[in-house]
């Protein structure tokens, strides 16, 4: 029986390939959440105006990897003080954000964000969002993978 999990940490290639590589990860899609727009394409995502984040769903086996080990990986695959920005790529589309399936989740989330906050490791608050997982939409095909795909170096 496999779980998923949904994440925004910026431009969803790099977050898929960031979880494709954690044994017990049976798939991630890069997709949008949490906008207005039914079905939307990338082009609308882009433009800010659709309300959607980037996000990478992750299809996982909690036999092999629990969802506190995702939540490690997501605060080290980008910086989670940024607001609606990773590196270059600026816009709510870029959000920090873990979208939950269950209240279990959803207190392992607040619960790592908390520790996170705690430890010091950052000057800056940390500004990623937890709310319930809404309408997940797979981005368009030639996103799957896109790293991968391309030969880029992750």
């Not at 709510?92 to 392992?108: D, L």
């Not at 939409?137 to 896109?146: F, G, L, M, V």
Request: charged share 20%.
């Amino acid at each position: 029986m496999d779980e998923r999990a949904t994440f925004g940490a910026g431009c969803f290639w790099g977050v898929e390939a960031g979880f494709l590589r954690i044994p017990g990860v049976l798939d991630a899609t890069s997709g949008y959440a949490g906008g207005s727009v039914p079905n939307p394409t990338y082009e609308q995502v882009c433009t800010g105006r659709s309300g959607h984040t980037e996000v990478v769903e992750v299809r996982f086996d909690p036999s092999q990897v629990n969802y506190e080990d995702l939540l490690a990986a997501f605060w080290e695959i980008h910086d989670p003080t940024q607001v609606n920005r990773q590196g270059p790529d600026v816009g709510r589309q870029y959000r920090s954000v873990i979208f939950y399936h269950s209240p279990e989740q959803k207190a392992a989330a607040e619960a790592s964000k908390a520790a996170l906050e705690a430890s010091g490791r950052y000057r800056s608050p940390i500004a990623t969002a937890i709310e319930p997982a809404p309408t997940f939409y797979p981005a368009e095909d030639y996103h799957q993978r896109y790293l991968e795909k391309s030969g880029a170096r992750h």
